[in-house]
C-alpha cells in the first residue's frame, strides 16, 4: 500500500519540507518525490560571515508556513527556491498525509526546535504519526534520489560505507542493513564543510566557503602551496591543521601582517587537499569493511572536483558503478528529501515503534 509521507528538515540555516510518495515490495522501497521546497537563509547570514543562530530561527519561523504551503502544492507563488520545476503540478491535503518526519537532531537547537514543533503541531492537529530522523541519515538517504522516481534496495547493497561531509559533520558511516548506522571515522576537531567556510573568510572570500572556494579553484593550480592531512595513520579526520596553515600563508601572526599570494593557486591547493583527505580515510575504511557500495553525501558533496575524484578514484572497487552513490547536487546540501525516505524506511521497519503525536523530541 503506498503512502504519504511529509518531512520537516531546520537543523541550520535551511527550512526545507518534502512530501514523498512510498510502496514497498519484497526488493525495494518504492519512492516517487512529489515536492521539494527548500528556502535558503544565505543572504541573511552573508554578512557575519557565517550562520547567526538567532537570526536562523528566526527565519526558520517566518519560513515555515509559506515552505509548507509549498510542499504540499497549495501555493506555488512564493518565490521558495523548488525543484525540480517540473514537480510543480498537484497539490495535496494534509489529511492525506500518513506519517510526518521530522529532523530531531543534531543541528542549532533554536532552528531544530522550529520543524520540531511545527511537525509536533501538524501530527497533533491532523492525528498522525511523528517520525524523529538524525539529520545525517536524512544526508544518506538523499543520495538515492537520483529521479523523482526511484528504487532502493532492501538488499544486495550491503554492507554501505557513507562518507557524509557537511557543514557540520566529517563521518565515515557504515550500514549492514537499512537504518543500521556504526560510524567507523570522523572528526575529531573542524568539519569538512566548516574547514571550507573558514578558509574562506581567511582568505576573505566570504559565505558560504564551500561554493566560492570551489569556483576559485577552478582558474588556479592545485600543486602550487604544500599543505598538511591530518592524522594520516587513522580513521579519523582533522582539519584544523590544515587551516592553521592557509592561516600562516595568508598573515604573519606575529605582526598581523597580510603577506601576499596567489587567491586562485591557494584556493586549489587547499580544496585538493580536503580531497586527498576524505579519499584517503575512504579508502582506507574500504579495505578494512569491504562494504558492497560507497555513498557521497552531505553539503560538501556538491562539490565538482570532489564528485569527480571520488567517482574516478574509486571506480575500480566498485562495480558496477551503480554501487558509488551520489546525490543530485540539489540534495547535497539540505533538503527535507532525505528526511522523508529515512522517514518512510523507519515506518515500514519492525523495530520503529510509530511515535506518539504527543512525543517531545
Ligand atoms: O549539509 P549542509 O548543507 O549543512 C550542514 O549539515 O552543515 O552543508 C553545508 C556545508 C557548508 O560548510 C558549505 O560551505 C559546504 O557544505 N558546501 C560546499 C559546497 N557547497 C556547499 N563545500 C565545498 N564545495 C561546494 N560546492
Ligand atoms: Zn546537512
Not at 512529489?34 to 552573508?46: C, E, F, T
Not at 498522525?128 to 544486495?156: C, M, R, T, W
Not at 580515510?281 to 564528485?307: E, F, Q, W
Request: aromatic share 6%; proline share 4%.
Amino acid at each position: 500500500m503506498s503512502k504519504l509521507i511529509l518531512a520537516i528538515e531546520s537543523s541550520c540555516d535551511e527550512t526545507a519540507m518534502s512530501l514523498i510518495r512510498s510502496e514497498e515490495d519484497a526488493d525495494y522501497f518504492q519512492i516517487e518525490v512529489l515536492s521539494n521546497a527548500v528556502a535558503s537563509q544565505i543572504d541573511i547570514h552573508k554578512k557575519w560571515g557565517g550562520v547567526f543562530p538567532e537570526l536562523a530561527s528566526r527565519a526558520h519561523l517566518e519560513a515555515m508556513i509559506p515552505v509548507l504551503e509549498e510542499a504540499m502544492g497549495s501555493n506555488q507563488q512564493s518565490g521558495i527556491r523548488y525543484q525540480p520545476e517540473k514537480l510543480k503540478t498537484e497539490s495535496w491535503q494534509l489529511t492525506a498525509v500518513d506519517a510526518i518526519a521530522v529532523t530531531a537532531g543534531p543541528g542549532l537547537v533554536g532552528s531544530l526546535l522550529m520543524g520540531v514543533e511545527t511537525a509536533n503541531i501538524l501530527a497533533n492537529l491532523h492525528k498522525k504519526p511523528l517520525i524523529p530522523v538524525n539529520h545525517l541519515e536524512g544526508h544518506i538517504y538523499a543520495a538515492f534520489a537520483k529521479q523523482n522516481k526511484f528504487n532502493i534496495p532492501k538488499s544486495d547493497i550491503f554492507p554501505i560505507l557513507a562518507l557524509v561531509v557537511s557543514g557540520g559533520h566529517t563521518s565515515l558511516i557504515l550500514m549492514k542493513d537499512h537504518l543500521k548506522y556504526e560510524v567507523v571515522g570522523q572528526t575529531i576537531d573542524d568539519a569538512a564543510g566548516e574547514a571550507f567556510d573558514k578558509v574562506s573568510k581567511l582568505m576573505e572570500l566570504g559565505y558560504p566557503g564551500g561554493p566560492i572556494i570551489e569556483k576559485l579553484a577552478q582558474s588556479g593550480n592545485e600543486n602550487a602551496y604544500k599543505l598538511p592531512i591530518g592524522i594520516k595513520d587513522q580513521a579519523d579526520f582533522s582539519f584544523s591543521g590544515l587551516k592553521t596553515a592557509v592561516l600562516y600563508l595568508t598573515k604573519d601572526v606575529r605582526t598581523g601582517e597580510k603577506i601576499e599570494y596567489n587567491k586562485a593557486d591557494l584556493a586549489a591547493s587547499f580544496q585538493k587537499i580536503v580531497v586527498d583527505t576524505l579519499i584517503l580515510k575512504t579508502k582506507k575504511a574500504i579495505d578494512k569493511y569491504n562494504p558492497s557500495s560507497v555513498i557521497l553525501s552531505g553539503g560538501v558533496s556538491a562539490n565538482s572536483y570532489l564528485r569527480k575524484r571520488f567517482s574516478r578514484e574509486l571506480a575500480s572497487k566498485f562495480l558496477p558503478e551503480e554501487m558509488i552513490i551520489i546525490p543530485p547536487k540539489n540534495l547535497s546540501t539540505d533538503n527535507a528529501v532525505g528526511i522523508a525516505i529515512a522517514g518512510a524506511l523507519k515506518q515500514d521497519s519492525a523495530n520503529f515503534v510509530v511515535a506518539d503525536p504527543n512525543l517531545k523530541i
